[in-house]
């Protein structure tokens, strides 16, 4: 089990970056898949990029290129580098774990998360 605490989102305007940030608390020892989602208002969530506890990391396909993950397991956290940022990119942001591996970004397939981060991107 993990606890899940999200930072560093905001207000950019379009094709500026962020840098989101994800504190790892862990509650049992364990091997977990991490991965950020994000939500829209009126929209359902999806999973923009994963990463796994052997550090291989997946994208869908509007962020490849724009987006990168990636974890510090020595300060316990979870990054998600934003850049090239666009208004479509504007949602709330979670943070997720799961307890064992998983190859896809499904919500459904995650157990713990994060309370979220708000990031906006206006034109």
């Known amino acids: 089990q993990v606890q899940l605490a999200e930072s560093g989102g905001g207000s950019v305007q379009s094709g500026g970056s962020l840098r989101l940030s994800c504190a790892v608390t862990?509650?049992?020892?364990?091997?977990?898949?991490m991965a950020w989602f994000r939500q829209a208002p009126g929209k359902e969530r999806v999973g923009v990029a994963g990463?796994?506890?052997?550090?291989?990391?997946r994208y869908i396909d509007s962020v490849k290129g724009r987006f990168t993950i990636s974890q510090d397991n020595a300060k316990k956290t979870l990054y998600l580098q934003m850049n090239s940022l666009k208004p479509e990119d504007t949602a709330m942001y979670y943070c997720?774990?799961?307890?064992?591996?998983?190859?896809?970004?499904?919500?459904?397939?995650?157990?713990?998360w994060g309370q979220g981060t708000q990031v906006t991107v206006s034109s």
């Open positions: 997720a774990a799961a307890g064992s591996w998983v190859a896809s970004l499904n919500s459904k397939e995650y157990n713990f």
């Open positions: 862990y509650v049992t020892y364990g091997s977990y898949s």
């Open positions: 990463i796994a506890s052997h550090g291989t990391s």
